[in-house]
Nanobody, 115 residues
Framework: VQLQAYGGGLVQAGGYLTLSCAAS????????MGWYRQAPGKQRELVAT????????KYGDSVKGRFTISRDNAQNTVSLRMDNLKPEDSAVYYC?????????WGPGTLVTVSS
């Protein structure tokens, strides 16, 4: 499985960005896709995930109410709409896919929120 992320960049506080991630390879199995992030000097943390069949979502506490995850199973893509961005949202965002009892990671995309 390969993951390719799109959409990082620089935005002012209060603005928005949308990240997208496309999966390719052996992808026609049950899975969860989503995003994690890692800021300098901090551990990687959950941002949001979404199940392929259940549609169940899970959000990190710091992004609830501001970020929205969605996915297109036919296209094997997942998107993250990030609203009301804050400087503390600045991090490298990693697309993640869990399937067949293992994790797959994309290369990461940088999001910088200026104050």
């Amino acid at each position: 499985v390969q993951l390719q992320a799109y959409g990082g960049g620089l935005v002012q506080a209060g603005g928005y960005l949308t990240l997208s991630c496309a999966a390719s390879g052996n992808v026609f199995v049950p899975n969860t896709m989503g995003w994690y992030r890692q800021a300098p000097g901090k551990q990687r943390e959950l941002v949001a995930t979404m199940g392929s069949y259940s549609g169940n979502t899970k959000y990190g506490d710091s992004v609830k109410g501001r970020f929205t995850i969605s996915r297109d199973n036919a296209q094997n893509t997942v998107s993250l709409r990030m609203d009301n961005l804050k400087p503390e949202d600045s991090a490298v965002y990693y697309c993640n896919r869990w399937q067949s009892n293992r994790d797959y990671w994309g290369p990461g995309t940088l999001v910088t929120v200026s104050s």
